[in-house]
């Protein structure tokens, strides 16, 4: 379904980036899919917490009960920003890569030789290593679904013939980091599920750009990092609570066997979870602002207080990320000589986040990517640890890819001045 527009977020986005204190700079951002700017609130968030409550968790004092209060917050945040059945729902740790490294020795404890998992060749590696790895310790076969090279989306015929199989667990990305595609993930659930399968989704890339519904997808596991949505670097994982309650956990002998510290291993960057929160208050105050004319279909799907708020807020952004999304693609079919990797029908511009990945004539990615970076426009060069896809596309050897990425706060002028600059490299 084409998305519709969205004029107050677009008419304000001096108020969207005021909110941002390092848009201040002579920079262009467009590294957004390796880490976006922090808002100012989660900024506020980190600070008031290291001067007025730094404490470990669980004493009987000032600071350590204020400590308290602000983590369980953060939890109950988290909850509403992936609208979680319960904060014990909610599991923080270092980024995805470790919370998924960690939770994959939990999942995999009970596989047996002989039974199956599935792959994708579209993932970032964080949520494919680390299935392998299990998969190599309990004897488990691996069975990979391929993406179609010709637009980035992922082969669902190949997923289908692998869920025949009765696999334990399918790991699936919400959207590629690399080519940008948004793939079906409730479908992919309701299929896996059908066969008896787990569901661990990887959604680091498609959080700043959409609204997540855990509940609505049916999903068992996702998992992203809030320095991809404007906060600190932190991840977070959720899990369906009869399941984490089942699961064994590896952790040190004094700690909890209740929900969420049963996973939550050691003293937690408290910090960088009441920057987390800070993030979640960033999307509340886009919510109140800038949502409104996004409330149509929300209220009937039973959102109320800070949900609301939240789902108002990633439905506006997803809105204006269409029209920056259309820019961009028109901008980068405008270089002669340019190759996009991925989507590039402009009626199927729904099915992507702000992602591109692109070749530029017979440069090398470093190459152009310097030379952006001494136009003051900042992108990513190489495999961004999505080796799968470049080695597919048959790039990886000759350095992979250049990549730009959009956030809400990126401007259509922006647009226009990556567009300049990629002339200029591409005349010589």
Request: proline share 4%; hydrophobic share 40%.
């Amino acid at each position: 379904m084409p998305l519709a527009t969205s004029p107050l977020l677009s008419a304000n986005l001096r108020a969207i980036r005021s909110q941002f204190p390092s848009l201040d700079r002579a920079a262009i951002f467009f590294d957004n899919p390796g880490g976006t700017q922090i808002a100012r609130q989660s900024l506020e968030r980190i600070n008031k917490y290291l001067l007025e409550c730094n404490a470990n968790h669980e004493g009987a004092f000032a600071t350590s009960i204020a400590s308290d209060v602000i983590l369980d917050e953060a939890h109950r945040a988290m909850a509403d920003f992936y609208n979680a059945a319960s904060p014990e729902e909610i599991i923080f740790g270092a980024n995805m890569t470790t919370l998924t490294l960690h939770i994959s020795r939990s999942i995999s404890r009970n596989w047996r030789a002989g039974d199956e998992i599935v792959v994708t060749r579209l993932d970032h590696d964080a949520n494919v290593t680390p299935w392998l790895l299990a998969a190599q310790e309990r004897g488990c076969k691996v069975i990979w679904v391929d993406f179609h090279p010709e637009d980035g989306t992922l082969n669902l015929e190949e997923m289908r013939a692998a869920l025949e199989r009765k696999p334990r667990l399918v790991a699936v990305g919400y959207a590629s980091n690399s080519l940008g595609t948004i793939n079906p993930v409730a479908r992919i659930v309701k299929m896996a599920h059908e066969t008896g399968a787990l569901v661990y989704i990887d959604a680091v890339q498609y959080a700043p750009h959409g609204p997540i519904d855990v509940q609505k997808l049916g999903c068992d596991f996702l998992v992203s990092s809030s320095y991809k949505f404007f906060g600190p670097h932190a991840g977070i994982f959720y899990g369906r609570r009869e399941l984490l309650e089942d699961l064994f956990a590896y952790k040190v002998r004094p700690a909890t066997n209740q929900l969420p510290g049963k996973f939550e291993t050691g003293t937690q960057n408290h910090e960088g979870i009441a920057g987390v929160l800070g993030a979640i208050e960033y999307f509340e105050w886009v919510g109140r602002e800038f949502g409104s004319e996004h409330i149509e279909g929300l209220a009937e799907a039973g959102y109320t207080g800070r949900r609301m708020e939240l789902k108002k807020a990633l439905t506006a952004i997803r809105a204006y990320e269409f029209e920056l999304n259309r820019a961009l693609l028109s901008a980068l079919q405008s270089v002669p000589g340019l190759t996009i990797y991925g989507l590039t029908d402009v009626r199927r511009l729904e099915e992507r986040v702000t992602t591109f990945s692109f070749r530029l004539k017979d440069l090398h990615p470093r190459s152009v990517a310097e030379k952006l970076a001494q136009e003051g426009i900042y992108v990513w060069d190489g495999n961004y640890y999505a080796v799968n896809v470049t080695e597919r596309l048959g790039l990886e050897e000759s350095g992979g890819m250049v990549r730009v990425g959009g956030a809400h706060y990126n401007t259509l002028e922006e647009v226009e001045r990556l567009r300049e600059a990629l002339l200029k490299i591409s005349a010589g």
